[in-house]
């Protein structure tokens, strides 16, 4: 019998800018099919980690293999199936939305036509089709997060990676998109996000883990947190060690 | 061509067709020195294949090597010593989408075109003229066509290389620190070295072992074999090392080259000692927005770059046309510290002058928005200019001191002088240029993206308008024989230019008032898939 590998195995995986770990030997399994939700604090390597998955930035040390397959040494292949919510720098702001989620397509050799009707559904899906003319450039933080959403699903990708898909998204953008990753999930894709949102990630994740000054602090089924008397927020709070009472200075 | 290419290629030219509508009008005097530039070029390229279609083939056959050593210098030299160098495929966005390295590679060596658009159309005119010249066989021109791949992989190289060893700390400043040391060689050799040996190394008939030599005589169709292995060879040598330069970037992760070092110290630096001072200078909001504006442009790689150029490079460019000559006390060599501080005046406006938003990007929304009058931001940004101006002025002055190049305090005068004049004006010009033309800059990227020879051509132009009232003042000196007819115009022509600033100062305001909306909403954007 064939062990199906999961969508995302990483081991010991390190990364160090200058003398400091961004990332401290994080070990890391993400079953195929699981909405996995990927929290921690500002600065903890949420997005340096990411960034490694996405191919953006080369680890110092460890392995990543995503959907079987390892990263660096087959990662066209693996790009090829994965879908990218990258952060809004990586949007171009002189395209229009159907434009960009067009060039996405083709990037992902798929052919013009194609793409184009693709692009053209996608906007209507996401309901920026009030928008079509408008630039990147001059859309609001949610529409911007809800074109590159719309960019990533455009080749049918295995696996989702979303950096902050949610951020600055008004609370109907929100369901949509909500809506359209479950849907997603049920049809057998894998979806990896970061969030600080964690109502967002408690209604829409199966799996969590919580990382902090880039390690790993906790992880497991969203069942296993709910079955507590905290809540996620309390967990959170009490694993990443931000209990303490700050004192506000006397003018404030 | 593979879909992949053609689509970036359709992105890149959907941006440019999105963006261009709303920038018509801001642009006429790029469009105008941008037409007049390839127009003279293009005169030169149908000259030389006039003249390269009649030329006896001895003749060509020292013509045509040194043209193209003078082809190759133009194309590899200027945009590092302009700071500008073309446009470029931006990897960070390009590389999570499953394109083959391949084709990236193979954009990115199309692009090296933008560089030097003028030495195509040189090597274009070469080429055609050859093809008419009777004594060289019909074949034999085609050749050049290698060689101009040879100039884009040497390109692609020399321009990864640099931008990844610019990007780190420490490496950055080794490398200005050997640029420096460059700059002193001919001049120490000149002074250590006997001229008898010296002249015997420049007559040197270097053979065929370089690469224009191969190239020009086998474009004449003579020497055919060990030409063609000469070119052949150098060519490939710049294919693998453009393309060990390229895979090198693709890895490069510019976040973990540019992070902090951990152990910081807590000592108190000479420069916030320095900025502590500024509120006992200048008023408070003023003094704030200075000590911002010199913290976030001395942060910047573009602006470091740009600044360290102007007392490296910027030495470099014109030492020879200084002391290349037989006369030591020649007018330009008694001139040459004001020469090469205007040279670093000319470069640092790009950075801090004529688009002084261009950093700042979405921040302008504070400028709008925080109790700061508009006029206070414009002139703290101009005193952080010249302050960074002065400061190149005086390390210009310390690096020639320490070469023992000509140096005495009248020289020093005379440079910072002229100058602080001449900055005067171009920082009156350039208030209104960024009002009405403001572009948005990435401070982390290190090189323009327009071709060397047009910002090359566009500084000329205005220069040559701006330098009027120093002529003015030199006209003076000569005239009169006199330093102090000298200082006389060029303190009036200071009292003029505080006079144009104030004036011009009204007019950016009025600018930026009306087109309030316009400027936030062009800063906050970025770009295509091109650099």
């Known amino acids: 019998m064939t062990e199906i590998s999961p969508a995302i ?4 995986l390190r990364k160090v800018y200058a003398s400091k770990a961004a990332v401290d030997g994080l070990n890391l399994t993400v079953p195929r099919g699981s909405f996995f939700g990927f929290l921690g604090p500002n600065g903890a390597g949420k997005t340096t980690t990411i960034r490694m998955l996405m191919g953006l930035a080369p680890p110092t040390s460890g392995t990543i293999e995503i959907l079987g397959l ?30 960009f989620i067009e060039f996405v397509g083709r990037m992902y050799r798929l052919p013009r036509e194609v793409a184009r009707e693709r692009a053209r559904e996608l906007i209507a ?90 390690k790993i602090v906790t992880e497991g089924a969203i069942d296993e947190f709910r079955s507590g008397t905290e809540s996620l927020e309390d967990t959170f709070v009490r694993v990443v060690g931000a209990e303490r009472m700050t004192e506000s200075p006397d003018w404030l | 061509m593979p879909a992949q290419i053609l689509a970036i290629i359709w992105a890149q030219w959907r941006s440019m067709r999105n963006y261009l509508p709303r920038s018509r009008g801001n642009n006429w005097l790029s469009i105008l020195v941008s037409a007049s530039w ?106 050049l066509l290698i060689y101009i791949a040879f100039n884009l992989f040497l390109s692609v190289g020399l321009r990864d290389l640099l931008a990844r060893v610019l990007a780190r700390k420490r490496v950055r400043e080794l490398l200005i620190f050997v640029m420096v040391l460059l700059a002193a060689l001919p001049q120490i050799l000149l002074r250590s070295v006997d001229s008898r040996s010296l002249n015997r190394f420049f007559a040197y008939e270097p053979g065929r072992i370089w690469p224009w030599m191969g190239a020009g005589h086998l474009a004449l169709g003579t020497n055919d074999i060990p030409s063609l292995i000469n070119v052949v060879c150098w060519t490939a040598a710049a294919y693998l090392f453009a393309k060990m330069q390229f895979g090198k970037n693709l890895r490069f992760d510019t976040s973990e080259a540019a992070a902090p070092d951990r152990i910081q110290s807590t000592r108190v630096s000479l420069l916030d000692r320095g900025f502590r001072l500024l509120p006992a200078i200048l008023p408070d909001p003023l003094a704030a927005l200075v000590d911002k504006e010199i913290r976030m442009l001395a942060r910047s790689p573009r602006f470091r770059l740009v600044f360290l150029m102007g007392f490296s490079f910027g030495l470099i460019i014109w030492l020879p046309m200084a002391f290349g000559n037989k006369n030591p006390n020649s007018v330009f060599s008694s001139h040459y510290l004001t020469a090469v501080t205007v040279y670093g005046l000319m470069l640092l406006g790009e950075v801090c002058i004529w688009n002084v938003f261009g950093f700042d990007r979405s921040a302008v929304q504070i400028y709008y928005s925080a109790p700061v009058k508009l006029s206070t931001v414009l002139i703290a940004k101009n005193i952080a200019a010249l302050f960074f101006v002065m400061a190149e002025a005086l390390i210009i002055a310390f690096v020639c001191f320490l070469l023992r190049l000509p140096f005495t305090a009248a020289m020093l005068l005379e440079s910072i002088m002229v100058t602080l004049t001449m900055a005067l004006f ?86 930026a008032r009306f087109r309030k909306e316009d400027i936030v909403s062009v800063l906050s954007r970025g770009e295509g898939p091109l650099l």
């Open chain 2, 426 to 511: 171009l920082l009156a010009i350039g208030n209104m240029m960024s009002m009405k033309n403001p572009r948005p800059v990435d401070p982390g990227q290190s090189w323009r993206k327009t071709s060397a020879g047009k910002v090359q051509a566009m500084l000329l132009f205005i220069y040559a308008v701006v330098s009027a009232p120093v002529g003015l003042a030199y006209a003076a000196r000569y005239a009169f024989e006199s330093d102090i007819a000298f200082y006389a115009v060029l303190a009036f022509d200071i009292g003029v230019g505080i006079v144009v600033y104030w004036v011009a100062m009204d007019s950016a305001l009025d600018t």
């Open chain 1, 9 to 12: 195995a990483v081991r010991d």
């Open chain 2, 38 to 143: 390839y127009a003279a070029w293009s005169f030169a390229a149908v000259s030389t294949g006039l003249v390269f279609a009649q030329t006896d083939g001895k003749l060509l056959y020292h013509l045509l090597p040194s043209g193209l050593f003078l082809l190759t210098l133009y194309w590899q030299i200027i945009p590092i010593l302009m700071v500008s160098a073309g446009m470029s495929l931006d990897l960070r966005k390009l590389v999570p989408y499953p394109v083959p390295h391949s084709q990236l590679f193979a954009i990115e060596v199309l692009l090296r075109i933008t560089t030097a658009g003028e030495m195509l159309l040189m090597i274009c005119g070469a080429l055609a003229g050859l093809l008419f010249n009777r004594t060289v066989p019909a074949w034999a021109p085609w050749t």
């Open chain 1, 70 to 99: 390892p990263m660096p040494g087959r990662e066209d292949e693996v790009k090829e199936k994965i879908g990218l919510v990258p952060d809004e720098s990586m949007l171009f702001d002189h395209l229009t939305g159907p434009e």
């Open chain 1, 125 to 214: 899906l996401f309901e920026l089709d009030g928008s079509q003319r408008k630039m990147i450039g001059d859309y609001s933080k949610g529409m911007r997060k809800r074109v590159a959403m719309a960019a990533a699903l455009i080749h049918r990708p295995q696996l989702f990676l979303m950096d902050e898909p949610f951020e600055g998204v008004d609370a109907v953008g929100a369901r949509l998109m909500k809506d359209i990753l479950i849907a997603q999930v049920r049809q057998g894709a894998t979806i990896f996000l970061t969030s600080h949102v964690l109502e967002v990630v408690e209604r829409l994740c199966d799996h969590i883990a919580i990382i902090n000054e880039g």
